[in-house]
């Protein structure tokens, strides 16, 4: 299958700073790429959906100003959590489908941790 | 928006058993994917499945689109088979995935 990787795996960072998490597909160009936030002994929650070149659509209830999305190349999404506070500590997800693809191909996931 | 329901919510084995977890959903989907989640949080792609029968090993899927739900079918299960199963189901045509409440599954000696 399609290989998409995260970067960093995981992220500690203090209250007010801003934190960027890296989307790559590895061997296929993402037209599309979705970013999935997921508490704790939960399910994963769409955040908001990048095409390439094209600005970002976020779901209901998810600050655009907060978390900003970049998709520039076919190959590279993402997301930045802009003054970050302990209540954005979550488990963050990237997948990406490649142009005229049906199946989703996930990355590892990046844990952020704000003290 | 489209509702995901699995069952059983948490579900415990022993080692060799097998096991069916299902994924109900409320409107039609092109698009349907099972998942393993691993102690990491890694997605693991286990199907991609919107319609018939697959099987991959000691794992199979099937998916009855027109009455909405989808099976997946563990057998002879392993310790390693632990794990959170997802399924997620979307409209197609590039379009996003919505995730089911998910099968804790813990397999034990």
């Not at chain 1, 995981?10 to 960027?20: A, L, N, P, Y």
């Not at chain 1, 993402?30 to 999935?36: H, K, P, Q, V």
């Not at chain 2, 995901?4 to 060799?16: A, C, F, M, R, T």
């Not at chain 2, 691993?38 to 319609?51: E, H, K, T, V």
């Amino acid at each position: 299958g399609a290989v998409v990787s995260q970067h960093p795996s995981r992220v500690i960072c203090k209250s007010g700073t801003s934190v960027k998490i890296e989307c790559r597909s590895l061997d296929f160009q993402a037209t599309t790429m979705f970013w999935y936030r997921q508490f704790p002994k939960k399910s994963l929650m769409l955040m908001a959906t990048s095409n390439e070149g094209s600005k970002a659509t976020y779901e209901q209830g998810v600050e655009k100003d907060k978390f900003l999305i970049n998709h520039a190349s076919l190959t590279l999404s993402t997301l930045t959590v802009t003054s970050a506070h302990p209540e954005d500590s979550s488990f963050y997800i990237c997948s990406a489908r490649g142009r005229g693809a049906g199946e989703l191909f996930f990355g590892e996931g990046s844990r952020l941790t704000v003290l | 928006g489209i509702q995901v329901e699995q069952s059983p919510p948490d579900l415990i084995l022993q080692e060799g058993a097998n096991s069916t977890l299902r994924c109900n959903f409320s409107d039609s989907v092109n698009n349907l994917q099972w998942f393993h989640q691993n102690p990491w949080g890694q997605l693991i792609n286990l199907f991609y499945i919107p319609s018939g029968t697959k099987q991959n090993g000691r794992l199979s899927a099937t998916t009855v689109a027109t009455e909405r739900y989808s099976l997946l079918y563990i057998s002879s299960s392993q310790t390693t088979d632990s794990g959170v199963y997802f399924c997620a189901v979307g409209p197609g045509g590039g379009n996003k995935l919505t995730f089911g409440t998910g099968t804790q599954l813990k397999v034990e000696l």
